[in-house]
């Protein structure tokens, strides 16, 4: 059996190459690219744990894994596993996955930007990382790339926010290696290596001056149409001065385009090397002269070559090199460089060639012509044109020019070969300028001439036509012979031996402007000279040219110089070819060359017979010398040649210092030789002169131009210097220069300066010289020498200790250098000395003297000597570190210079730390470290205490203060702590170093991303602590000082809670770093408080109750450890204060503040909660027998308090959670009330409830809560203190303005009844108490305009919903609790359930309303029951009085309300077809445990009752309510007679017409037969109450209609008249029966419950068809028989339509009927009053005018009636009614209609805001005047206008369910279908529902208006049918509820009547017959219009 065996250290890490999702118990799931340590191994398998749960170890397979080579550190039990990568890679690899987290929350929040640059940034990274994986880079290459990314890294990190990385030369810095000073140096950097990287992470160049400049250009295309061979230079030109300043790049083509020479095909390539700075601040253009080779005259038609070829002009190109610096700045990294187009153009004349570009640049484009150009001769180098011109639209035939590419490098030129080789290795060409740059370089050997023909002037000989001259050059030297190849047309092709200009046609007055280089070697420039030959090139005698003149020049002048820079005008020679002419002593030695030439008249007459000379003819050439071999400085050649001329040595020694430094550094080696020659010659006499000059030569090369020729200076001393004995002479002038500045003027004090920065290379000499010396005498005259020196050193002290002003200046020049000599010194002298002669200089400048450069520049010396090479010896440093703490802690002290003073601290620290790493030094640095404590650590913490933290030296200074903490040992904590014996300097110190730590702590010095060193410092900080404490409990324990220890305490607190140690806030990868190196330093911190608190013992009352706040903010941190450790001290705070002062309410009362606080800090979590109560609650029941009760209920308390505070924290953030917010500040508020009566913490958190009402402007909710305040105050002269809300005042006047704006919240929230209370009681201090008259007049007007807004102000109607809340998930205020919710006005349930869907997106909304079982109470899901609440109202008197206003009512039905009911039908009994038999009412009751409105817009439900209400009281509620309704609107009429009767003729057409009164037979058939009498015995009254009831109908309709046949209009009289014929035939039915009659239709009814008291609409219950054994109606039934619309039977198509009566039209109210015996007698006497005027019912208003609380409760009608949206995927129209092709309707449709009452509104969909403006019609059913009835088949149908007609018939369907207990389900109640007993017709389907007003309507007078009844238009088989469009100008009304049972029952339905829910049993039985058959109903009637004169006005 295989066994688990440790893997060795190749198999300790790996990387997962796939997902591996474990199913064994012990098994780790993997994810690809996770990294894994393995522990163990096992036949396949491995064992061990991800790198990124740490925690978790278990099994894997080893198949997912890929091994890595990895470095193992202490193998066992606690070993480490790291992999050897390139730490660059490493890095790579854990930013990016870092980042991956952070790029999705990018995505999730929305920051587009952000989220696409990061994304382009880690595939950048990406591929970066795969390049330098592949080992295919060199060294340098990796270098370069390895800075890219972390360039890119770091710019990232800044974008993302996250931590800056500490980085020298690219790698992250070693903490463990680097000081506290250097990290915080490093930091600093970075920081502003990170800000200045461009946004595509690539780091912008260095700030550091860059002398010298290259510009690399390409020659990439060809396109111009030469046809003959070219040649092309490029040359750099200045168009401010109008010179070329650069050689020229020469590029030779051939006809068709291509290189002279193939091997540079793919070369065309130069760099424009050495420019300055100040070329590139010039106007610099690039300038392409361009020439053809070939015949004088070009002619395309000819192919034959000449023999002969001449250059001649052809065209210009230039380009801004500007253009070039702004495309550079714009381009990304890594791009290829831009191309640019040269245009070419040639000039009108060509003899202006020679100023084309200038013509070009000056844009005088009439002198200049554009060339075209031919595909023919189009070449790309190597291959394409490029891409921007390829994609342009014209074609390549049009391009005319050249396409190059440009780019500027920057350094010298060996860095740039180095950084970028691969250009040079493509055999680039360097194009120098003309001239020495602005840098000369040592060994930049130079010896060119460039001459520069100009112009010439020739005579015409006689001729009309100008010559075509060629000017030939050639260099002869000294014996005659032309030198070979030492002339260059330009750069880039091979040196010739003669140059022959261009050619210009026909021009005797040629102008060339053309430069030529002359490379002649210094051995032959003596004597040599420059022949130019001047011939004619005749276009008549072919391959001809003719000599005729000739001129020339030598190259050096008589004194030995050579040609000067400058213009040359040059004789012209008239000659022929001959044998005279190739002599050239024939003309040398007889001619003159120019008119400056020193050739005598005899030469000029004795060859003027061979060569005449004619005057007007000239030559004019400029030359430019670049040579470091040759001068044309005579002074320089006279001190050169000085033993020529001895006498004028002094002379030649003063001109030498105004010799141009040039000169000087070409001739520096031989200059110096010269001097210290002289010097040698005659040291008294050229001494003090040549010292001078010598100082001055050093002092030239200190400039930047001359600056690397100090290695020249270098090089020669070691190499070349010979001066053996000049070092006297150089003491002694140093000496006498040093003292004579004492005591002399400013002139002397100038030279010492000059001197004294010379100094370096004067002692260099100096010292070169002694060894010289030694080495020559063996070391003779070594004690004089030391004396010497010793002398010059007593000088050098001497000038530094003398106080005065006037030596200021040369004291800091002094101390500037100073340092410079410090390696000199050690080759002649040792250690000890060296560093007392620099000891001695530093100790000579007085601490006490006030001149501030002097001490900055003292320090800056101190601070090069602590960097010099000397400090790093140990003999050396131990003298000269005593020396420099004297001075710094001298400065310090005075807090002098202290930038300096600290940056040199710094810099001593930073050493002792690199030492510190050798072992060999450890007790050298013990010492070290020891006098740094004794000399600064004092002044140190002093500083740190004072200093100015927003400044630049804060910083560095705390980090030389952790540095210098970081070097101590507990050895130097012991001496430090001993050496403070006296107790008050030992508590001072304490109590300074603990204050300081606090600043530390606070870390404002230091950024917030700059984690490494906030890291570090705590490290250092939890250290020393250590220490000190130590000290703390040893000496302040017994002698107690509680101040000392309470700072202590205050330390630790802050040091433990602060952000940076928060490691749970980090991101992982962050938090492992810092655990990685440093643990949770948070565990040990919290441990020493623990000790430090337990060794308090007596003493720890004196920390009560202020240590509570800061133990408990400890025990808050999320360290389980630590929280075990700490929340015990919380029992024995508690024990203490309890045993001294009996109680421990001191400590209570501090916990319960504090934890308010730090709970609101986002501090604490449920596990800290149950640790604190399982924790203490032990401790409590365990120890504390005596009060172990009050404990114990303190500990339950606070434990209730943390579930409050966090639940409030966890909703305090984002708009959605606003309404947990309140119901969590409610909580609270409550809790400091109610449960520990905090009246400090009761009233915060009302002004936190009342600022978040107003921010939601629930003005009225915000007006209630700060009534709580003001209930809390009386009327009082009591002065209360001043707190955050209000200043200090007297009670009364703080109540007075609490009133004040608790009554203009009410005004904003039109609650002005709650309002008119608080005015008078206002109004009653103003007029009896203050008599503040002004105030009174002002309160009185405020009340009497709350009066008059309560009978004119519209207020919309708002929507009461129960609402329950199961599950654990709930926060504990609202788990497994019901509330009542008041909606926001005109919200639908639809729209509320989507609201709270948005507050609680993880819940799960039932659709029932049933009781839920324990499972899903206890279940860790969120469920959300929702369904409509009736309101009760509680003011019944005022309900109840007919003449109350009914805007006055409508207030009262649904405000001051804590009852709300609703309704949930429940079947008793066995099957019926008549349901009302045995449907009951199950009505709930609920209380809620405060009224609405109130501090909230929602509340508990406090307590719930449920009664049952039985059928027969149904039926007589129903037809009670009707008849009442009837009789107000008859008792409205008869009192205004103006009012429109639209209502009136709905109700009385719904109550008389026959198609919706079926329910009396139905009636009639449950309660009137026989056997139901017998049966209930004790319903003999109420069933004699129903008879009457409908008895008494009909006198009601007598009277409504004699009061409608007297105010209807023309347009309403036939409507009256079928009511007369229709009611007359009803009177004769029911006189016949003498009872009621049972009515029968064919129509169904609709039959909707009046709200009632519950200001709600109620639901349709739709009447049940007969069943087919019933008897068919009589012939008198038949005859009353009306249908407003023609019925056409087919079965074709049915349609589920279902929709909502519009917000603006008034419900009809409900009355209470007998009361049932079941309630309490005092709610049976109630009688209500009915007086409702729906004229003056406001929108939305459904809440019946009287009705009785208790007969509500008992007998209420269903509350709701709306909108029903299917839940079915079939499609809804425009309005959002839904169309169901698939449902049908039935007779138990009736039960679906009374389920909805107030429970069955379970989340209905969301509908559109126009269903608010559907058809208003409210289907009465347990409250109408009539019962339904049954439709009957109709026989007869009335004519109605054509208008109304419809073609297409369609029947109205709707479904129910009824659960398996019996009960209907209230979200999904669909009909039970009878059995169909023969084919039903089917009306017509009303189209549209949305009744659309006249637009003479409320103009005109009432109008008849009906329902538009377009037909739906059939649609195609599989598909749903369309709505049309509604006709414009169709009439259609807004009709009140009281008619609504005129309507089909299918039209409206209750919200939830459609359902998703699976039909119900009985459903099931019968779904055969549904699909075979549908049920049918009678049209829809017409309807009557209602005035509609306010209707959008109440919109």
């Known amino acids: 059996m295989a066994t688990w065996s440790p893997t060795p250290p190749h198999k300790k890490y790996g990387v997962a190459i796939d997902n591996y999702v474990s199913k064994l118990p012990c098994g780790v799931n993997l994810q690809i690219g996770e990294t894994v340590q393995i522990l163990e191994e096992c036949a396949g398998w491995y064992r061990g744990f991800s790198l990124r749960n740490k925690e978790k170890k278990g099994v894997f397979p080893a198949s997912y894994v890929h091994l890595k080579e990895a470095k193992v550190e202490n193998i066992g039990q606690y070993e480490t596993v790291s992999p050897v990568e390139n730490p660059t890679v490493l890095e790579v690899t854990s930013v990016l996955r870092e980042w991956g987290q952070m790029w999705k929350r990018l995505y999730v929040e929305r920051h587009s930007q952000l989220f696409h640059t990061v994304k382009k940034l880690m595939l950048e990274l990406i591929q970066m990382r795969r390049q330098l994986m592949s080992g295919t880079l060199t060294q340098d290459q990796i270098r370069e790339l390895k800075l890219r990314i972390t360039s890119k890294i770091d710019w990232g990190n800044r974008k993302l926010g996250l931590d800056l990385v500490p980085r020298i030369d690219g790698e992250v810095v070693d903490v463990d290696r680097t000081s506290a000073v250097q990290l915080y140096q490093v930091h600093i950097r970075s920081q502003q290596d990170t800000q200045n990287s461009s946004s595509r992470g690539t780091v912008r160049k260095s700030k550091k001056k860059v002398l010298s400049h290259h510009l690399y250009f390409i020659l990439k295309n060809f396109a111009c149409n030469v046809g003959e061979d070219t040649d092309i230079f490029f040359s750099l030109y200045d168009a401010i001065e109008n010179k070329f300043i650069s050689e020229r790049f020469h590029v030779k083509l051939t ?102 570009h200038e013509n070009i640049i000056r844009k ?473 002669f620099i000891a001695n200089a530093v100790d000579s400048i007085p601490l006490d003297h006030n001149m501030t450069l002097l001490n900055q520049t003292k320090l800056k010396c101190i601070e090069h000597t602590i960097k010099a090479n000397i400090f790093r010896e140990t003999v050396s440093r131990a003298i000269l570190l005593s020396t420099c703490l004297r001075h710094l802690s001298h400065h310090m002290r005075q807090k002098q210079e202290l930038k300096l003073g600290v940056a040199a601290v710094g810099d001593i620290i930073i050493l002792i730390q ?222 203490c204060e309890q045993a001294t002062r009996g109680s421990f309410k001191e400590v209570e009362c501090e916990m319960i503040d504090k934890l308010d606080i730090l709970i609101s800090q986002d501090k604490g979590d449920d596990e800290y909660r149950e640790l604190f109560h399982s924790i203490l609650l032990d401790r409590v029941q365990i120890e504390n027998a005596d009060w172990q009760e009050t404990a114990g209920s303190f500990v339950n308390s606070m434990t209730r308090l943390l579930e409050r505070l966090l639940d409030y924290r966890h909703v305090m953030k984002g708009s959605e959670n606003r309404d947990k917010r309140m119901g969590c500040t409610v909580s609270l508020l409550h809790f400091y009330h109610s449960d520990i009566q905090r009246e400090e913490m009761y009233i915060r958190y009302i002004y936190k409830l009342h600022d978040m009402h107003k921010e939601a402007e629930n003005y009225t909710e915000a007006g209630f809560t700060l009534l709580l305040h003001a209930h809390m105050l009386n009327w009082t002269c009591l002065m209360l203190p001043d707190d955050e809300w209000y200043p200090r005042q007297q009670e009364r006047e703080r109540k007075e303005k609490i009133y004040v704006m608790v009554i203009e919240y009410f005004d904003k929230g039109k609650s002005w009844e709650n309002g008119i209370p608080l005015c008078k009681e206002l109004a009653e201090q103003y007029e009896k108490k203050s008599f503040e008259y002004a105030k009174l007049s002002h309160i009185l007007q405020t009340q009497a305009h709350f009066f008059e807004n309560i009978l004119t102000e519209l ?142 817009k929602w509340f508990e439900v406090k307590s719930v009752q449920v009664v049952e209400i039985s059928p027969i009281e149904t039926a007589i509620q129903t037809m009670d309510n009707m008849n009442k309704e009837l009789r107000s609107l008859i008792h409205q009429h008869t009192t205004d007679q103006t009012r429109g009767v639209q209502i009136l003729s709905m109700r009385l057409n719904g109550v008389i017409d026959a198609a919706v009164n079926g329910g009396i037979s139905k009636y009639q058939e449950a309660f009137f037969e026989d056997d139901y009498i017998n049966a209930h015995p004790e319903d003999q009254q109420l069933v004699q109450r129903l008879k009457g009831l409908v008895m008494e109908q009909v006198s009601v309709l007598e009277s409504g ?174 309005r959002g009614f839904s169309l169901n092709s698939t449902t049908t309707s039935s007779a138990s449709s009736i039960t679906s209609s009374v389920s909805q009452a107030g429970g069955d509104d379970s989340v209905p969909p969301a509908l559109p805001a126009r269903v608010k403006r559907a058809s208003a019609v409210s289907l009465q059913s347990l409250d109408s005047g009539l019962a339904p009835s049954p439709p009957l088949t109709p026989n007869r149908a009335v004519p109605t206008p054509a208008s109304l007609q419809s073609s297409d018939t369609s029947s109205i369907s709707s479904t129910s369910s009824t659960d398996t207990n019996g009960s209907v389900d209230s979200s999904t109640v669909p009909p039970i279908p009878p059995k169909p007993s023969k084919v039903r017709p089917l009306p017509p389907v009303p189209t549209t529902l949305e009744p659309q007003v006249s637009k003479s309507f409320g103009r005109q007078g009432p109008q008849p208006a009906f329902f538009d009844c377009t037909p739906l238009v059939p649609a195609k088989s599989g598909q749903t049918p369309r709505i049309p469009e509604i006709p414009e100008g169709s009439q259609s009304v807004y009709m009140s509820p009281s008619s609504v049972y005129m309507f089909p029952t299918s039209v409206y339905m209750s919200p939830s009547s459609v359902s998703l829910s699976s039909p119900p049993p009985l459903v099931e039985k019968k779904k055969n017959q549904q699909a075979t058959a549908q049920q049918t109903y009678k049209s829809v009637p017409r309807p009557v219009p209602t005035p509609r004169k306010s209707v959008s006005d109440n919109r």
Not at 684 to 691: I, L, P
Not at 1087 to 1109: A, C, D, R, T, Y
Not at 1459 to 1468: A, E, M, N, S, Y
């Open 255 to 356: 006809k068709n385009g291509l290189p002279v020479n193939v091997e540079r095909l793919h070369s065309l390539s130069a760099f424009f090397i050495d420019l300055g700075n100040q070329d590139l601040a010039r106007e610099l253009y690039m300038v392409a002269h361009i020439f053809r080779i070939g015949k004088m005259v070009y002619s395309s038609g000819e192919s034959k070559k000449s023999s002969v070829q001449y250059r001649r002009p052809y065209g210009c190109a230039v380009m801004s090199i500007q253009e070039v610096l702004v495309a550079q700045a714009d381009q990304s990294e890594g791009q290829e460089d831009k191309e640019f187009l040269m245009k070419v153009y040639s000039c009108n004349n060509e003899n202006e060639m020679w100023q084309l």
């Open 364 to 836: 005088q484009l009439g002198k200049v012509n554009l060339q075209g150009s031919s595909y023919d001769t189009i070449v790309s180098f190597p291959l394409l044109l490029p891409a921007g011109l390829q994609a342009n639209n014209r074609s390549s035939r049009d391009l005319t020019g050249m396409v190059v590419s440009m780019s500027l490098l920057h350094g010298e030129l060996a860095q740039v070969r180095q950084e970028n080789a691969f250009l040079f290795n493509k055999g680039v060409t360097l194009v120098r300028k003309l001239g020495f740059s602005d840098v000369i370089m040592p060994g930049d050997i130079r010896n060119d001439l460039y001459v520069t023909l100009e112009r010439a002037e020739f005579e015409k000989g006689g001729k009309t036509t100008g010559k075509n001259v060629e000017v030939t050059m050639v260099v002869l030297g000294e014996d005659g012979e032309v030198l070979q190849e030492c002339i260059s047309l330009g750069e880039g092709e091979l040196y010739t031996s003669e140059y022959q200009s261009y050619v210009l046609y026909h021009n005797n007055n040629p102008r060339w402007g053309e430069t030529i280089k002359l490379a002649v070697p210094i051995d032959k420039f003596y004597g040599s000279h420059l022949r130019f030959e001047f011939r004619h090139c005749s276009t008549k005698d072919k391959d001809v040219k003719k000599l005729f003149a000739f001129a020339f020049t030598p190259l050096m002048i008589g004194d030995g110089t050579t040609l000067q820079d400058r213009q040359h005008e040059l004789f012209v020679y008239k000659c022929e070819e001959n044998v005279k002419f190739h002599s050239p002593a024939m003309y040398l030695t007889n001619l003159p060359s120019s008119g400056e030439d020193t050739i005598g008249t005899i030469g000029l007459s004795e060859g003027g017979a061979t060569f005449p000379r004619s005057p007007k003819e000239t030559f004019v050439i400029s030359t430019v010398v670049c040579s470091t071999k040759l001068t044309q400085n005579v002074d320089l050649l006279g001190l050169l040649k000085w033993k020529a001329h001895p006498d004028r040595v002094q002379d030649t020694l003063q001109r030498l210092t105004r010799v141009d430094g040039e000169d000087i550094v070409k001739f520096l080696h031989d200059i110096l030789d010269t001097l210290f020659a002289i010097m040698d010659e005659n040291t008294e006499k050229y001494g003090k002169q040549v010292f001078q000059v010598l100082v001055f030569i050093i002092d030239m090369l200190h400039s930047e131009k001359f600056q690397h020729f100090r290695e020249v200076l270098d090089t020669y001393i070691q190499k070349h210097f010979a001066g053996a004995l000049v070092y006297k002479e150089l003491i002694a002038s140093f000496k006498r220069t040093l003292d004579t500045s004492v005591t002399s003027g400013m002139d002397k004090q100038e030279q010492a300066q000059n001197m004294l920065k010379a100094i370096e290379y004067i002692f260099k000499f100096i010292i070169q010289s002694r060894v010289l010396y030694g080495r020559a005498t063996c070391g003779q005259e070594a004690e004089s020498f030391k004396d010497d020196f010793m002398t010059m050193f007593t000088s050098i002290n001497r000038v530094l200790a003398q106080p005065v002003e006037a030596l200021l200046q040369v004291q800091v020049t002094l101390l500037k250098y100073f340092h410079s000599i410090y390696d000199e010194l050690l080759r002649l002298f040792d250690l000890h000395e060296v560093a007392r």
């Open 914 to 1135: 690199e030492l510190s790493h050798d072992q060999s030094m450890s007790s050298v640095v013990q010492e070290n470290v020891q006098l740094l404590v004794d000399s600064l650590l004092e002044l140190m913490f002093q500083g740190v205490m004072t200093i100015d933290r927003t400044g630049e030296v804060a910083g560095h200074y705390v980090s030389c203060l952790i540095g210098l903490l970081g070097l101590m040992n507990e050895e130097h904590y012991r001496c430090l702590l001993e050496g403070l014996t006296d107790r008050k300097k030992l508590r001072d110190f304490l109590l300074r170093i603990f204050i300081v730590f606090r600043e530390l702590v606070k870390q404002d010095h230091f950024p917030r991303d700059w984690v490494t060193m906030r890291m570090l410092t705590n490290n250092v900080v939890l250290t020393a602590l250590q220490y000190f404490s130590q000290a703390l409990t040893e000496t302040f324990l017994f002698m107690f000082d509680q101040q000392l220890w309470s700072s202590y305490f205050g330390l630790a607190v802050a040091f433990l809670t602060q952000a940076s140690l928060q490691l749970e806030s980090f991101t992982e990868a962050k938090r492992n770093k810092i655990l990685e190196k440093y643990c949770d330093m948070r565990v040990p911190m919290g441990f020493e408080i623990l000790s430090m608190w337990q060794s308090l013992g007596e003493h720890k009352l004196n920390f009560l109750p202020g240590m509570v706040g800061s133990f408990l903010e400890i025990s808050l941190v999320p360290e389980t450890e630590l929280r075990k450790a700490l929340i015990p001290v919380f029992h024995d705070m508690m024990e």
């Open 1355 to 1496: 207020r919309p109607e708002r929507p009461f919903y129960r609402v329950g809340y199961y599950g654990k998930k709930f926060p504990f205020f609202l788990r497994n609790k019901t509330f009542v919710y008041q909606g926001q006005p005109y919200e639908k349930i639809q729209d509320f359930s989507q609201r709270l869907q948005t507050e609680f997106p993880n819940a799960s909304f039932m659709t029932h309303n049933l009781p839920l079982d324990d499972e899903v109470i206890n279940s860790d899901v969120e469920y959300i029951q929702i369904c409509k609440a009736t309101p009760v109202p509680n003011d019944s008197e005022i309900l109840q009085d007919q003449t109350v206003p009914e805007k006055i009512a409508s207030y009262y039905r649904a405000n001051n309300i804590d009852t709300f009911i609703f309704d949930r039908p429940v079947h008793k009994g066995g099957k019926d077809e008549n349901l009302f038999k045995n449907m009951w009412l199950e009505r709930t009751i609920m209380v809620t445990t405060s009224t609405l409105p109130g501090i909230l």
């Open 1601 to 1774: 209609l004699a009061i409608h046949g007297k105010l209807a209009p023309a347009e309403v009289v036939p409507l009256h008249r079928k009511m007369v014929e229709m009611f007359t035939a009803m009177k004769a039915s029911l006189a016949g029966q003498n009872s009621p009659s049972l009515w029968h239709t064919q129509k169904r009814l609709s039959v909707a419950s009046a709200p009632g008291a519950l200001g709600q609409r109620s639901s349709s219950i739709p009447s049940i068809p007969p069943s087919p054994e019933k008897k068919p109606a009589s012939p008198l039934s038949k005859s009353l028989q009306s249908p407003l619309f023609p019925v056409k039977t087919t079965t074709s198509k049915t349609y589920a339509i279902s929709t909502q009566p519009p917000a603006s039209v008034p419900t009809t109210p409900a009355s209470a009927v007998a009361p049932s015996p079941l309630l309490p007698e005092k709610r049976r006497n109630s009688t209500p009053n009915t007086n409702n005027t729906p004229a003056d019912t406001p929108v939305n208003q459904s809440v019946p005018t009287h009705v009785s609380r208790d007969s509500v409760l008992r007998h209420g009608s269903d509350p709701s009636l709306g909108i029903t949206r299917t839940q079915s995927p079939d499609r809804t129209d425009n």
